[in-house]
């Protein structure tokens, strides 16, 4: 039973890590160089880094819209 509980617990951490990284890469920071550090972070303690960055994810982010509108109709 401890083994099971234990594997568990090691699945759900590396699910955590990984949709960290993967949020972290995907994510528009309002300072760019938060995404390093944020990376940095987790990179180096993974299930504390992971969780401190998704309860911390909402001030360092911004949800507008991206402002690149190419102009594809060039005459």
């Known amino acids: 039973m401890e083994s099971i509980l234990f594997l568990i617990f090691w699945i759900l ?3 955590v ?3 960290a ?3 972290i890469t995907r994510s528009r920071f309002i300072i ?3 995404r390093t550090v944020w990376l940095l972070i ?3 303690i993974p299930v504390i880094g992971s969780v401190l960055y998704f309860l ?3 001030k360092y982010t911004t949800k507008e819209k991206r402002k690149f509108q190419p102009n594809f109709n060039r005459e």
């Open 21 to 23: 990284i993967i949020s």
């Open 17 to 19: 890590y990984f949709g």
């Open 32 to 34: 760019p160089l938060n």
């Open 42 to 44: 987790v990179l180096f």
């Open 13 to 15: 951490a590396f699910l």
């Open 56 to 58: 911390n994810k909402k």
